[in-house]
Each structure stands twice: as C-alpha cells, then as structure tokens.
C-alpha cells in the first residue's frame, strides 16, 4: 500500500488541530480533528473554495443550533429536525460538501446541558474553526504534486495500451476475453486521466506568461483525452464486431489494418512531437498519409453494393468500424493542429519528462 500525499496531510492536520486547540484551551479538541479531516483537499485551489464554503456551513449549522435550542430546546426530536433544516439550507445555498461539517457543527452545539450555552456554542465554532484553518495551513504548506506530470504520464501509459490492443485486434491476434477485460480497466484509467485534467486545471500560477502558456497546454491535454476516448471507442467496435471483421473481403480486411496501423503510428508520433522528441514541423511531412478515407469509403461502398442483403446487420457493424476509425483519425489530426500551433508559440520548451526528473 502506497502512502499518499493526502493520507500524510490528513495525518499532520489532525496533530495540528489537535495541538492548537490544546494551545487555546478548548474543551473538546476532538471536533477541532474532526473539521481538519472534513476540510482536507489535493490542491491549494480547492482548500481555498473549501475554506470559504466550510465557514458559510458552520455558521449555518451553529446560528440554527443557537436558535432552535434557545426556542424549543435539545430535545433529541428537535436535533433531528435542525439536522433536516441545516441540509435543506445548504442544499438550497449549493453547499454540498460542507453539509457533513455543517452537522457536526450543529450537533455538537445543540448537545449541551450547560446553563451558559452561548458562550458554549461560541467555544464549539471556535474550535471547529481551528480545526479548517489547520487543514487550510497544511494544504498551503505541502506543496501539492504536479499534476500536468501525472497527467501527462497516466495518458501516455493509457494510450500506448489502447494502441496495443488495437494492433493485435486488427491481426485478429489476441485474447477475447483477456481484451474485455483490460477494456474495462482501460475506461476506469480514462477517468482518472479527466480527473487529473480537473486537478491542473485548478492549478493556480503567479505569472501571467506562465498562465498563457497553460491556457494552450490546457487545450492540448482536453484534446489528447479525447483523442484517448476515441481510440478506446475504436478498440471497442474492433473487438466487439471481430467477426464480421473476420469475414470482410481479404482487400477490404488488409485495408482497414493498414489504415488504422498508419493512425495509430501518427498517434504515437504526436504523442512524441508533444514534448519535443519529434520536430514541429514533422520531417516529409508532406509524404506522410496518415489515413485514406475515401480508400475506406470506397471499400465499404464496394462491399454493400456486392452484398446481397443491404438489410444484413453485418454491414450496419462494418460501418460503424469504418466510421469509428475516421472519428478517431480527425481527433489524432486536430491533436496535430494544436501542437503545431503550441510549439509555433513556444519552441523552448523544457519537456514534461526532464521537468519529472529534476
């Protein structure tokens, strides 16, 4: 088991709250714990939007707590329907994730017995306060990880699987059952890459010319995402229809791999161009026909007007092999586009690999 950066953070939070409750006297430090653990999150962006929602949800949960128990009482029945009131409000005030904070507020408040209860909800905020702001510090102090690197990399390692299995899928050599179940984990690999896209994207930067060159790399990693979508969509339609695959015409069958082998080295080689290992422009690359679609077109069209049922299935299938395989080629070259564009800009660049290293 891997210890990650959120699990040590989560860890030096609690002492931290737990220490500066000790410091300011509280008499119940544990809520101090509590609130660090609700507040703790990867980037400095988010601890940022999350400190400002847990603060709006703790005064939510402890005004309704000071208001219900000086009208009705603490009643158990009474701490129940706070409970329902504190999440229908943060509901309505899109607060969600502060809605678990919000209740332990607000139980731990309407809880008491004491006769100065004011005073006593003051001492509850305050320590639950502590308990944000020492998870707020701790984020700032523990520089998060880069996330363009781990993004970068989770693609890279992604896509080099999905063009395996679209190799051996186009030479029908492979197994079923191994492949459905890599695709599988191949879908959950993709989400994790749109969820790294989302922790850079909230990365912050502190010069402007830092935060241009973001806003264009930000285009080419959603692309080189999609692109990975693309492919995974093509290896799906290969494995699912192999057999009509199997009994195309030889011509149509030696065709198709051809193209998609062409497709598939262009993906490679943008991947490559991105962080420098290939020249922008591409040598000849004048010479390099990456896909014939009107070769496909024409294969297909030959094939269905030789076809003696137009209403067979099978044809149906081949063309959504076909019209998967052009989808994925546009989206490799709108990829190229943009790299070419980002490297006309920035042609310097320190590649993501080096940037890993140091």
Same mark, same amino acid.
């Given at each position: 088991m891997?210890?990650?950066?959120? %699990?040590?953070?989560?860890?030096i ?9 000790q ?5 119940s430090p /544990?809520f101090a ?7 703790i999150q ?7 939007l999350?400190?400002i929602e847990?603060i ?5 949960g402890?005004l309704?707590?000071v ?6 009482g603490?009643?158990f029945? /009474?701490?129940?329907?706070a409970?329902?009131i504190v =999440? =229908? %409000?943060?509901?309505?005030l899109k ?9 332990v507020t607000?139980?731990s408040i309407?809880e ?6 004011i005073?006593f909800?003051g001492i509850?905020?305050s320590?639950?306060m502590?308990g /944000?702001? !020492?998870? +707020?510090m701790? @984020? ?5 990880? *880069?996330?363009? @690197?781990k993004?970068y990399?989770k ?9 395996k299995w679209?190799r051996?899928s186009t ?5 079923h ?6 695709i599988k984990k191949?879908k959950e690999?993709i989400?994790?890459?749109?969820q ?11 010069f !402007? *010319?830092?935060?241009?060159?973001k !806003?264009? *790399?930000?285009?080419?990693y959603r692309?080189?995402n999609l692109?990975? *979508?693309?492919a995974?969509?093509t ?6 229809? #192999?057999?009509?695959l199997?009994h195309l015409p ?5 065709? =198709?791999?051809?193209q998609?082998d !062409?497709?598939?080295y262009?993906?490679?080689?943008v991947?490559?161009r991105?962080?420098?290992? %290939?020249?922008?422009? &591409? ?7 990456y896909?014939n679609?009107? #070769?496909?077109?024409d294969y297909?069209?030959?094939h269905q007007s030789?076809?003696?049922?137009? @209403? @067979? &299935?099978h044809l149906?299938h081949?063309?959504?092999i076909?019209?998967s ?7 490799v070259?709108?990829?190229d586009?943009?790299i070419t564009? +980002?490297?006309s800009?920035?042609?310097?660049e /320190?590649s ?7």
């Open positions: 891997k210890l990650g950066a959120r %699990i040590l953070k989560t860890g939070a609690i002492v931290l709250a737990l220490y500066l409750s410091l300011f006297h509280s008499p /544990v714990a509590i609130a660090a653990i609700f507040a990867p980037t400095i962006y988010r601890s940022y999350t400190i847990q709006q949800g703790n005064i939510i402890a309704l707590a208001i219900l128990v000086l009208l009705l603490n009643h029945i /009474v701490i129940g329907l409970a329902i =999440i =229908i %409000i943060n509901l309505k607060l969600e994730n502060t809605i678990g904070l919000s209740l607000l139980i309407m008491t017995q004491s006769g100065s209860f005073q909800a509850r905020f320590t639950i502590i /944000v702001f !020492s998870a +707020f701790v @984020n700032l102090v523990f520089i998060p990880p *880069k996330y363009e @690197n993004l990399f693609i890279v390692a992604t896509t080099e699987e999905i063009i679209i051996l030479r029908h050599d492979y197994d059952q191994l492949l459905k179940t890599d191949l690999e989400q994790t890459m749109d790294f896209y989302k922790m850079y994207k909230e990365e912050r930067g502190y !402007s *010319k830092k935060n241009l060159e !806003s264009r *790399k930000l285009v080419i692309q080189l692109t990975a *979508k693309k995974l969509d290896l799906k339609r290969l494995h699912r229809f #192999e057999n009509e199997l030889e011509d149509f069958k030696e065709s =198709i791999q051809e998609v !062409s497709l598939i262009h993906h490679e080689q991947l490559l991105f962080i420098g290992k %290939i020249p922008t422009p &591409p040598p000849y690359h004048e010479e390099n026909v896909l679609k009107k #070769e496909l077109f297909f069209f030959t030789e076809s003696a049922d137009h @209403n @067979n &299935p149906y081949t063309m959504q076909v019209a395989v052009i989808d994925y080629a546009e989206q070259e709108h990829l586009t943009l564009s +980002f490297h800009y920035h042609k310097n /320190v993501i690999e080096e940037e890993n290293q140091d």
